[in-house]
């Protein structure tokens, strides 16, 4: 698809590259590092086919927690939400996304949502696949599918990196195996958790996929059901009360569009009947929400009234 630039994008893009200053890049997956912190990219995917872009956007980089909301909507499609609902609920925390806290004083164990780790461990966990290749094989199709880019794949060294050094989503999951919330070996769990978070995109691709969550489902290309309506409505709902974290009440105030962040840098937003939108700006603020990416839809908000409430 051609990407067409705007002046007024532009702009917007040079006002949020001021403040990539004040963030930092993710350091601890210590792959995540290795990047320019004043990277700025965003593409926005309007309407069926029209496709704005503006900054780095040639830039590849991992899911990371964005990663949360296709697993979610992959193991509803597998299982129905009674079942994937039993061993995950529907409430923001207030907490960080690796908070430990709230497991142990929840009677049950059950994680408060799927958009902290504890609760997209569970999630990821619930995706149905004979071994850990057919899982992440299907995840990569899944991308692949919304994307509709040649093939995907996951940046090994990433996910390595998280593998290695992920003692508190280990611990996380151990919890939840104790209490019987997880039933997998938790090392292949974790394996898989990390190629999900690593798989690799471009601005356009989250543009896309935020496309595709804006139409209920639909691929605004060919009109083709990609993901039932009622799992989209789902998914745009926790990406409004728990997609950015223990900054969600915040940005649903201030932004009003459902949108999802991963410490990559990475945000993908959906804005109801309008389109998809998607940000890399690698330095992040304190909560692990792309600072520059904020400020961007804070001006697209404002200036093309995309707030939904
Ligand atoms: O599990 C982790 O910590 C990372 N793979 C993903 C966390 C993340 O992206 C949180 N985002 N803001």
Redesign the pocket.
């Known amino acids: 698809m051609y990407c067409q630039t705007s002046a007024e994008l532009e702009t917007f893009l040079l006002r949020a590259q001021k403040v990539t200053t004040e963030g930092e890049v993710a350091h ?2 210590p792959a995540l590092k290795n990047v320019d912190k004043n990277t700025l990219a965003m593409s926005i995917y309007h309407g069926q086919n029209q496709c704005f872009t503006v900054g780095n956007t040639e830039h590849t980089f991992t899911l ?2 964005i990663s949360k909301v296709l697993a979610l909507a992959l193991a509803l499609m597998d299982h129905g939400q009674e079942v994937v609902f039993s061993k995950v609920g529907m409430e923001p925390t207030g907490d960080p ?2 908070s430990i806290a709230k497991l142990e004083s929840t009677k049950t164990a059950r994680p408060l949502n799927p958009m902290i ?1 504890a609760g ?1 461990l569970v999630v990821t966990s619930l995706i149905k696949g004979a071994g850990l290749q057919e899982k992440i094989g299907r995840l990569l199709s899944f991308v692949h599918e919304m994307t509709s880019a040649p093939e995907r794949k996951y940046d090994e060294a990433v996910a390595m990196s ?1 593998y290695h050094t ?1 003692h508190l ?1 280990r611990s996380l999951a151990y919890f939840l195996k104790q209490h019987k919330v997880i039933e997998d070996d938790i090392e292949e769990l974790l394996e898989l ?2 190629y999900q ?1 690593a798989i690799e995109v471009t601005c356009y691709d989250l543009a896309r996929i935020g496309a595709i969550f804006a139409r209920e489902g639909q691929d605004p290309e060919s009109g083709r059901t990609i993901l039932p309506a009622h799992i989209a409505r789902i998914c745009k709902t926790f990406m409004v009360t728990c997609g950015m ?1 223990n900054a969600s009440g915040e940005f649903a105030i201030k932004v009003g569009i459902p949108a999802k ?4 840098g990475a945000i993908m937003a959906s804005v109801p009947e309008w389109g998809g939108i998607g940000i890399f700006g690698p330095a992040l603020d304190e909560k ?2 792309s600072i520059a990416g904020i400020h961007l839809l804070e001006m697209l908000s404002s200036n093309y009234e995309l707030h939904i409430f």
């Open positions: 601890y997956i990371q927690s996304f690796n780790n997209a998280e992920a989503n958790y990390c978070c974290y962040s991963g410490v990559s692990g929400n």
